[in-house]
């Protein structure tokens, strides 16, 4: 199996199925459809410039996606960027497609000047987070069962 990730900017043919995949996991609800995901997924196309989304292939397939965008933490809007809706294909899963996204997406970051990058997530999947360079920031932020991760990317910054 061949694994590659490009930006949503150079692959724009898939943004209805990122679309799909974020609306089904996270923004399904009585007044969203999916066209509000893909309208804001048309945000992300200009390449290497926030917002932006990467897409992960296998053997030129889509299986995975993530988004970084300004804000995706209503407790916490102090800190940007943020790194939202990470998406797996299930069938996908523990093949390292997490990982190749959240290297790509840090390295497109850092490539753009980007010094940190936050995350808020479930407690219970802070492990993929933090076997990529993530750190728990904070605590309970919203409820009992959420972390904000923090990735500093600045130290990165210095070595280019």
């Not at 292939?57 to 804000?71: K, Q, R, W, Y």
Request: hydrophobic fraction near 40%.
């Amino acid at each position: 199996m061949r694994l590659q990730v490009k930006q949503l900017a150079e692959c724009p043919e898939h943004l209805n199925t990122v679309g799909t995949w974020v609306y089904e996991q996270w923004w399904r609800r009585p007044h969203n459809t999916p066209e509000v995901v893909f309208s804001w997924l048309r945000t992300h196309t200009q390449k290497d410039k926030v917002p932006f989304t990467v897409v992960a292939f296998a053997d030129g397939t889509p299986v995975g996606s993530c988004c970084v965008v300004e804000n995706d933490c209503v407790h916490r809007k102090q800190y940007t960027p943020w790194v939202a809706a990470v998406f797996v294909k299930p069938e996908m899963r523990y093949r390292g497609v997490a990982s190749l996204i959240l290297q790509e997406t840090a390295a497109i970051a850092t490539r753009i000047g980007v010094e940190s990058l936050y995350i808020d997530c479930h407690v219970l999947t802070a492990r993929v987070y933090e076997k990529n360079g993530w750190k728990i920031h904070e605590r309970e932020v919203g409820d009992k069962d959420s972390v904000v991760m923090l990735r500093t990317l600045h130290a990165e910054n210095q070595k280019t």
